[in-house]
């Protein structure tokens, strides 16, 4: 079964077209080695940084642009899933659409484009589809298989968006989960954006504070330390892992399942924050719209490491997207 999932967040509109189930064909497209009976084959996997939420912390509405740049994004998916001849499609907004008071707009655009309704899930759901993009793939690299040193379950899942992060323990399924407003685009519109560059020590103060007091919460609903094995997701992250990697280029297949130690974590936010604009757009494996958010990304990480007393991360390329298109697989 050929499938289309799209995630739209607060910073990127993405795209997964992918065969899914038994008889999936692992030269089918980008998927990699691997891929077999009962899983994922990439057939075209795409990101584009549309900042759809731009704003909204401060408006508390999607803006203009935004959504115009979100919907010429969709609409170059659109043609993708129509030349691959995808079977069922479904798309997933998140937290800036959440927070948005003209959300219908969006709405009506995504159902003009793809011909379907965008359901803007709530945190739960949002966590409990990333978790199951994100532990699939843990599952062949798990000591009851052929990996013995596999990461343990339970896992802490973590997802840091660009409005949100979601925070999800379990082993086979979610047990629990929750969503709070920490995010890198959200963060950054809050106390960096006019702040200076690099950032002042306060600024910077004034970022940590809004993640304790999220992470607070967290401790306090959310079983984290009950957890064997931090595994992060979302674009702060993957960019952390390739620069503590030092990779010369973005490289999915050497980040996807790769093992970030939590001094390596602390070392590249320290070098991220005390970078300015243009030292951080010179890294290789930074994406130009990442630029301005990472230092808030990574910021995120550091303290979750730090809160949580993990020795490592174990960094995953699949994500909510994933989640998507397995749920298109029933």
């Known amino acids: 079964m050929r499938v289309a999932a799209i995630d739209c967040g607060t910073n990127s509109v993405r795209l997964l077209i992918a065969d899914v189930g038994p008889g999936a064909d692992p030269g089918a497209g980008a998927g990699g080695p691997g891929f077999g009976t009962g899983e994922l084959a990439d057939v075209e996997r795409l990101m584009e940084i549309v900042r759809l939420g731009e704003g909204v912390d401060r408006t508390g509405r999607l803006a203009p642009d935004a959504l115009a740049r979100t919907f010429k994004a969709m609409r170059s998916y659109q043609e993708l899933i ?3 001849g995808a079977t069922a499609t ?4 998140t937290s800036a659409t959440r927070d948005a008071a003209n959300r219908h707009e969006f709405v009506e655009g995504v159902r003009e484009i793809f011909g379907v309704e965008p359901e803007v899930v709530s945190g739960a759901e949002e966590a409990e589809l990333s978790f199951t993009g994100a532990t699939r793939g843990l599952v ?8 013995p040193q596999g990461p343990l379950p339970p896992y802490l899942v973590v997802d840091i968006g660009g409005g949100s992060t979601e925070f999800v323990v379990g082993a086979e399924h979610a047990q629990a989960a929750l969503s709070v407003d920490i995010g890198c685009v959200r963060l950054t519109e809050r106390h960096l954006r006019d702040a200076g560059d690099p950032s002042p ?5 004034a970022v940590v504070a809004d993640i304790e007091a999220a992470l607070d919460r967290v401790e306090a609903e959310v079983p984290v330390r009950e957890a064997h094995t931090l595994v992060g997701l979302a674009g702060s992250v993957t960019t952390v892992a390739g620069i503590a990697l030092g990779l010369p280029e973005y490289d999915s297949r050497r980040i996807h399942h790769s093992r970030i130690s939590a001094e390596q974590v602390h070392d590249v936010t320290r070098r991220l924050l005390a970078m300015t604009h243009g030292e951080r757009a010179e890294l290789p494996v930074m994406h130009p719209g990442r630029v301005d958010v990472i230092g808030a990304g ?9 809160r949580f007393a993990f020795s490592q991360v174990v960094v995953s390329e699949h994500d909510i997207l994933d989640g998507i298109a397995w749920s298109l697989a029933g």
């Open 298 to 306: 990574a910021l995120i990480l550091d303290r979750i490491v730090r």
């Open 90 to 93: 479904r798309v997933v907004a």
């Open 140 to 147: 062949r690299l798990s000591p009851e298989t052929e990996v």
């Open 201 to 205: 020590a306060a600024a910077l103060e």
């Open 82 to 84: 129509e030349r691959h």
